[in-house]
């Protein structure tokens, strides 16, 4: 009787294994379903990053060949990392799913676009959204309305329809543009920010605010120069 109550007992663990055994070898196939499928997702998110990329190359060429200057000084780019885009999603509280990726995050895709003039970013803003494959979903100007700590940039959400070989699919880019001084303090200030343990005190605030101030002032001083001896050519 003991021995078989002890063949049962053992019969119910080995099933019980087994099926944890199923259970785990489900949840990794459906993981890797879902790897594969967010990897895809990213591989469009870079494509769209290349057909914009494309955009603004083609347009500093012309300008270059026409105009003898070129707007755009430097682009930078990147596709958010899968961390960061959980946390904004959990932080914001959306669900963390592939569907909420698209429907409710905008900067997965992103393009910095640095130019030499404060006149070129509104140049370059306009003949990009002008374009007639080009949604303009969002527009927020953080120059003529700076934020409280003294960040500058204009920023662009736009959709774009890409290509592929199963059909097209429209795709959300965020475009922020800045001059090289703006984006000096810029990634300056991000770096103090993260130097330190909590927030920075308002005594540094305040100074890395004058500072912001002082490279606007010093941006359109350089535009006037710029304009200035434009019309002596």
């Not at 910095?112 to 969002?138: E, F, G, H, K, P």
């Not at 059909?167 to 200030?189: N, Y």
Request: proline residues 3%; contains cysteine; aromatic residues 8%.
């Amino acid at each position: 009787m003991e021995e078989n109550t002890v063949a049962i007992e053992k019969g119910l663990e080995l099933e019980t294994v087994v099926l944890q055994n199923i259970d785990f070898a489900e949840n990794i196939g459906a993981f890797r379903e879902v790897a594969k499928q967010f990897e895809e997702l990213m591989m469009m998110y870079n494509s769209a990053i290349r057909e914009v990329r494309t955009k603004l190359e083609v347009l500093n060429d012309e300008f270059q060949v026409k105009r003898s200057h070129n707007p755009i000084a430097y682009i930078k780019y990147r596709v958010k990392k899968p961390a960061s885009i959980i946390e904004k999603l959990q932080r914001r509280g959306y669900p963390v799913t592939l569907q909420s990726v698209e429907e409710n995050l905008h900067d997965v895709a992103g393009i910095r676009v640095i130019c030499s003039y404060v006149q070129d970013i509104y140049m370059v803003a306009d003949m990009l959204t002008s374009q007639n494959d080009i949604t303009v979903l969002q527009i927020k100007d953080y120059i003529a309305n700076p934020k409280p700590n003294g960040y500058r940039s204009l920023h662009l959400v736009v959709q774009i329809p890409v290509f592929f070989s199963d059909g097209c699919k429209p795709l959300k880019v965020e475009v922020q543009i800045r001059t090289i001084a703006m984006d000096f303090w810029a990634s300056l200030e991000h770096q103090l920010k993260y130097k330190t343990d909590g927030p920075v005190s308002d005594e540094i605030a305040q100074e890395l605010k004058e500072c912001s101030d002082v490279i606007a002032g010093t941006d359109l001083r350089m535009q006037n120069i710029y304009n200035t001896l434009k019309k002596t050519e």
